[in-house]
């Protein structure tokens, strides 16, 4: 079946911008996570959903992060005002949420910040 | 704060030539260790789920070991499409709040032919 969907896979865009990402999770699947891979780096945690609601914010670097989720589906990732240090691949993953439920990632989104 | 280490960060191997990669973890109660394999240009692909200590689980040349404290992932007689990096994350029972993993860095496994 279809796996998580994340758009555009590259973004380029000038510092000070705002950019907003977007994940197609597997239908079904009712948690979201979004991490954030930076080279050199391990997977940073920034965001959970559980359905639509997010009870856990705490990865969110900076508050010119901020996520959404609808319908208990598609996930926006949007970052303001961006800056260079915000170059990195966000992944976006998805699970059915339960023991043998292994998060399911997307390709992810390469940003670029000039 | 659940911390994971994985080492080395980087192994050259020859094709046929047996390994193992290290991650070594600290985590308040451990829910579930995973591995995943990640592939250039692409997101983690999933491997592994071990839950408690001495379980062990095998996929093609791939067998992954619990303890207490680590986590192995045994390489037998790799072949070239072997070569990715390997993370491994753990899960911890986090009393309501996100069931997101704590990754590691990675090993960076190159097999050459």
């Known amino acids: 079946g279809a796996g998580v969907s994340q758009s555009p896979s590259n973004k380029v865009t000038e510092k000070g911008k705002d950019v907003e990402l977007r994940c197609d999770p597997i239908?079904?699947?009712?948690?979201l996570y979004w991490y954030r891979q930076s080279l050199g780096q391990g997977l940073e945690f920034l965001i959970y959903?559980?359905?639509?609601?997010?009870?856990?914010k705490s990865g969110l670097p900076s508050d010119r992060f901020s996520a959404e989720r609808t319908g208990g589906s598609v996930s926006t990732l949007t970052i303001q005002r961006t800056q260079q240090e915000d170059s990195a691949v966000y992944l976006c993953?998805?699970?059915?949420?339960?023991?043998?439920?292994?998060?399911?990632f997307g390709n992810g989104t390469r940003l670029t910040v000039t | 704060e659940d911390q994971v280490t994985q080492s080395p960060e980087a192994l050259r191997l020859q094709e046929g030539e047996s390994s193992s990669l290290n991650c070594s973890y600290t985590?308040?109660?451990?829910?579930?260790l995973f591995w995943y394999r990640q592939d250039p240009g692409k997101g983690p692909e999933f491997l592994f789920t071990?839950?408690?200590a001495g379980e062990e689980k095998e996929k093609e040349r791939l067998k992954a070991t619990l303890t207490k404290k680590e986590s192995f992932l045994h390489i037998t007689a790799p072949k070239p499409e072997d070569s990715a990096t390997y993370l491994c994350?753990?899960?911890?029972?986090?009393?309501?709040?996100?069931?997101?993993?704590?990754f590691g860095k990675g090993t960076h496994l190159i097999i050459q032919p």
């Open positions: 239908s079904g699947h009712t948690a």
């Open positions: 993953a998805s699970s059915l949420r339960d023991r043998d439920s292994p998060l399911h």
């Open positions: 994350a753990v899960q911890a029972y986090s009393g309501g709040g996100a069931d997101g993993l704590t």
């Open positions: 985590v308040s109660g451990l829910r579930g």
């Open positions: 071990l839950y408690s």
């Open positions: 959903f559980q359905g639509n609601s997010a009870p856990d």
